[in-house]
């Protein structure tokens, strides 16, 4: 290390700092893009199931606990690996097997949501349910979707990393 490299340099003479500043460039952009749709799907899922509750409420999160007990991991190895380490890929799959927790967890929280008296006035009001979702409930939920927007980001990072360590994961150019 040297005030023109702070990481030091490698035995070929590459600047180690600048190496990990271009690794961190692209895992960046997987976590963000990843975390950003494993929210947003999460929060309309949850919230739709729960404004509609009933059978419909029966049927989603009878696929998302399905979804829940699936082997993701081994799945995202294999889909990742077969795609030859392509990062778009990667965002796809991380995306498809990411959601489901979140969608569990703000499910929750919207079930008590559809009880709040502007949510009951907006339906004797005729205003559409899924408006009444994307309205009412989702922005009301804001907070959580932060955090879980936070949260994950660092989970796909982690997933990332640990699909990486083992080969499976974004291959170097």
Do not use: K
């Not at 696929?63 to 190895?77: D, E, G, R, Y």
């Not at 979707?145 to 990072?157: D, R, S």
């Amino acid at each position: 290390p040297s005030a023109e490299h702070i990481f030091g340099t490698n035995s070929a003479g590459n600047d180690a700092y600048a190496q990990a500043v271009h690794g961190l460039q692209r895992s960046l952009v997987i976590a963000i893009t990843v975390s950003l749709l494993t929210t947003v799907i999460a929060a309309v899922v949850g919230c739709t199931a729960a404004y509609f509750g009933g059978r419909v409420e029966q049927v989603v999160l009878g696929i998302v606990h399905f979804l829940l007990v699936v082997p993701s991991f081994l799945i995202l190895a294999l889909v990742s690996q077969r795609a030859g380490g392509d990062w778009r890929a990667l965002i796809v799959v991380l995306t498809v097997f990411g959601w489901m927790y979140n969608a569990r967890v703000i499910w929750s929280l919207a079930t008590s949501l559809r009880e709040r008296e502007y949510v009951l006035a907006a339906r004797f009001m005729g205003v559409g349910p899924f408006r009444i979702v994307f309205r009412h409930l989702i922005p009301n939920i804001g907070s959580l979707l932060i955090i879980t927007f936070t949260l994950g980001v660092v989970a796909t990072v982690q997933g990332e990393t640990a699909l990486s360590f083992i080969g499976f994961g974004v291959q170097p150019p």
